[in-house]
């Protein structure tokens, strides 16, 4: 059964350096999310992508994110000058579209900002 | 704003007993309600969901219920064993977002006991 993959499992950075979280997104799903989970609270909505753009974002992704489809198969995050506070579990989710509702989450990128 | 609700945070059941975990979401016009399990080092994964047109849904152990009215849904898990122990996430897709993003609930840990 497909699932969505991401990369790295772990990543661990210095405060005002940046990373880039990758996922490769179920291959026929046209939706691609980006949430975030800090230790201990809530899955949070970052942002959406459909058809190359970003189609809904929250107060969250603020200009220090930036998203990306590079190619055909990839979805990224990109997260410039990291702030501690930007330490938290990364999902990437998947949705089919037209009518389907179902998000597949990819396992998470653990970040770490030292 | 959007927001969602979960109690309770741990749960704590004899395997055979039932779990109940319950949600409550704030936008009326919410209408698609999915819940995910989550593993120790896993993905979250959509074990059952339901739409804002069905009062219930069952899936051989698991059923959710959802009463439109109160704004809150719930979750079941019956005759519960050992497996059945993860975090527990409910969501709710806002009337409002054309990109069905979800809004997640805090989360509940089950543990069930042997």
């Known amino acids: 059964e497909p699932e969505v993959t991401q990369t790295p499992s772990h990543q661990v950075t210095q405060m005002g350096q940046e990373v880039i979280l990758r996922c490769v997104p179920i291959?026929?799903?046209?939706?691609f999310y980006w949430y975030r989970q800090i230790l201990g609270q809530k899955v949070e909505f970052l942002v959406s992508f459909y058809n190359n753009e970003i189609s809904e974002k929250s107060e969250i992704f603020d200009d220090q994110f930036s998203v990306e489809r590079p190619d055909g198969s990839n979805f990224t995050l990109k997260i410039r000058s990291t702030k501690l506070e930007d330490s938290a579990m990364y999902f990437c989710?998947?949705?089919?579209?037209?009518?389907?509702?179902?998000?597949?989450f990819g396992p998470g990128t653990r970040l770490t900002v030292t | 704003g959007e927001n969602v609700e979960q109690h309770p945070s741990t749960l704590s059941v004899q395997e055979g007993d039932s779990a109940v975990i319950k949600c409550t979401y704030s936008?009326?016009?919410?209408?698609?309600f999915p819940w995910y399990k989550q593993e120790l080092g896993k993905r979250p994964q959509l074990i059952i969901d339901?739409?804002?047109?069905?009062g219930e849904k069952k899936d051989q152990r698991i059923a959710v219920t959802l009463n439109k009215t109160a704004k809150h849904f719930s979750l079941h898990i019956t005759e519960t064993q050992p497996e059945d122990s993860a975090v527990y996430f409910c969501a709710a897709r806002p009337g409002a977002s054309g990109t069905y993003k979800y809004i997640f609930g805090t989360g509940t840990r089950l543990k069930v006991l042997a």
């Open positions: 339901i739409r804002s047109n069905v």
């Open positions: 989710a998947s949705r089919l579209g037209q009518g389907a509702y179902e998000q597949y």
């Open positions: 936008d009326s016009a919410s209408n698609y």
């Open positions: 291959s026929n799903h046209l939706y």
